[in-house]
């Protein structure tokens, strides 16, 4: 299991770099000390993975305890431990070539410096002058080293640090933890992006300008995929998904995770509750990629936002609420026991103002103020802080966050200026094929339902039969071209019997489909 940087996490690390260098309390050592993960990893009790480590270190590095060494850094180092005589004496009687050639390499390299400093340089930059592979050379060095001729000191491979003050004690570390959150969301905010860029439609080179704040609302470069393929989503589709991802949220009531939202709109049923949602199953033919792609799309743009963590929670923003304002929808809320009902807009309101105070004050919005206090405040909308603080569950740390913001919105609050939707519609149509009567509601082509749903254009007319069957006056007439149902309905009044004779004597682009549709429509509305 992953752990989440903490004051706890970098303290553990900074100990068990220290612990495993052996560095004691107020030693400052002037070599570099060895980050080891498997041990930190032991240390810490969790699999600390490789991103959080140096998280963790960057944070160590900012607050003036440690500095990283980059690679650039690292090099190898040697030093002369004879005088010259002694040195010119082993050169001009030295048989072995590789040793000859590496010592007066160093030495017209750097000349006198060695005899008196130790000096650092690169082993593949004089390898390379020598026109020798590495490791010859460096078996050269060692074995100078072994003669005592020079102090060899390999560069470590591992990554390292050094401490850049004396090691204090892991619980007298002077951390900024605010800086330290701040840091962390910032960096969430910046990987949801790289996230929405990976699922993000538009051209992608127009994404990465907008990323950096410039104003290319219509720009394309006419290179990237999304600029040269089609989408693997059409846009009706997309268009279809977001409504139903919207209208799902709105439902809720409170924010959902991305699992339970994909449940809901795939009608999986791992929970009873989930079953109760007027969209439950509508888009159980879209894969759960396809689904997510229109997730981030409206994420995008801010009509839906997501929490950070392993977790990501979606609710409607102020943005989506307009957008389903201008769906001509809105759902009643049940907020409590008695059933009550309440303005779904006034609720995202309050929440609205939640999420700003806890995001001001870096607590989640459950810690703020938790759903089931909001529902109670519409329920009693309060006017004054008096009656406010009179809530169940509301107090005066609530108060002090958000007190006056609720109130504001809550004194504003007026049911007359809200735009009123129509009244929901019945559920005795089976909830399976729900969805398909509200596309025939929206005066969708069978083709568009058919490729919306998923399903063959066969089984979206025998949906269709049985919403009439329910619902005889329910108007059908835009599936049809101009007279095609008039031709089915001379032949049905000739006396063809079966589905295949109406085939055979209509023209043949009048499929079944349409025929089945058609025939139903008689057959019920002649019925009623």
């Not at 052996?22 to 498997?38: G, Q, T």
């Not at 300008?209 to 720009?219: A, P, T």
């Not at 309101?349 to 989640?364: G, I, N, Y």
């Amino acid at each position: 299991m992953a752990i989440t940087i903490d004051k706890d996490t970098i303290q553990k690390i900074y100990k068990a770099v220290c612990d495993f260098n052996r560095v004691a309390v107020n030693d400052l050592p002037v070599n570099e000390l060895i980050i080891d993960s498997d041990y930190i990893s032991k240390y810490a009790g969790n699999q600390v993975s490789k991103g959080l480590l140096f998280a963790s270190l960057r944070y160590l590095e900012n607050s003036g305890y440690i500095r990283l060494v980059s690679e650039f850094e690292k090099k190898d180092s040697f030093k002369f431990l004879v005088n010259k005589e002694r040195l010119k004496d082993f050169v001009s009687t030295q048989t072995n070539e590789e040793l000859k050639n590496s010592l007066l390499l160093l030495l017209r390299e750097f000349g006198s410096q060695p005899f008196l400093n130790e000096i650092k340089f690169s082993v593949f930059q004089l390898a390379s002058k020598l026109n020798i592979p590495q490791m010859e050379f460096i078996d050269s060095l060692r074995m100078l080293d072994n003669l005592g001729f020079i102090a060899f000191q390999e560069s470590v491979s591992k990554d390292t640090l050094v401490l850049t003050a004396p090691r204090v004690s892991e619980d007298k570390l002077k951390l900024n933890f605010k800086k330290i959150n701040e840091s962390f969301i910032n960096s969430q905010r910046k990987l949801d992006q790289m996230v929405e860029f990976v699922f993000s439609k538009q051209c992608r080179f127009r994404y990465i300008l907008s990323y950096f704040g410039e104003d290319v609302h219509d720009y394309k470069c006419r290179k990237c995929d999304n600029c040269t393929q089609g989408s693997k989503i059409s846009s009706s589709a997309s268009e279809y998904i977001s409504e139903i991802i919207l209208k799902s949220l709105a439902e809720a009531g409170q924010e959902i995770s991305e699992s339970t939202v994909l449940q809901i709109i795939r009608g999986e049923r791992i929970k009873k509750s989930i079953e109760q949602f007027e969209y439950f199953g509508a888009c159980e033919n879209y894969s759960k990629e396809e689904l997510r792609i229109v997730i981030h799309e409206l994420i995008a743009k801010g009509l839906i936002r997501h929490s950070s963590g392993k977790i990501k929670y979606l609710d409607l923003t102020k943005a989506g609420l307009n957008k389903l304002n201008e769906l001509g929808w809105t759902k009643q809320m049940e907020v409590s026991e008695e059933n009550y009902e309440t303005d779904l807009v006034l609720f995202n309101q309050l929440r609205e103002v939640r999420k700003k105070a806890a995001d001001k004050f870096l607590q989640t919005g459950y810690l703020i103020c938790p759903d089931e206090v909001i529902r109670r405040i519409i329920k009693e909308k309060p006017k004054s802080k008096s009656e406010l603080l009179n809530v169940k569950g509301f107090n005066q740390r609530m108060f002090n966050k958000l007190g006056d913001d609720f109130l504001e919105v809550l004194n504003n609050y007026s049911p007359e200026k809200l735009k009123t939707g129509d009244k929901f519609r019945s559920r005795t149509i089976p909830q399976n094929i729900n969805e398909t009567y509200n596309l025939l509601l929206k005066k969708y082509s069978l083709r568009e339902i058919s490729e919306l749903r998923k399903l063959s254009e066969a089984v979206i007319s025998m949906q269709i039969e049985t919403i009439l069957e329910y619902k005889s006056d329910t108007d059908i007439s835009f599936l049809f071209q101009k007279g095609e149902f008039e031709k089915i309905a001379g032949v049905i009044k000739n006396g063809a019997e079966s589905l295949k004779e109406y085939k055979n004597k209509l023209p043949s682009n009048i499929s079944y489909a349409l025929i089945r549709i058609a025939a139903a429509k008689i057959r019920l509305t002649s019925s009623a």
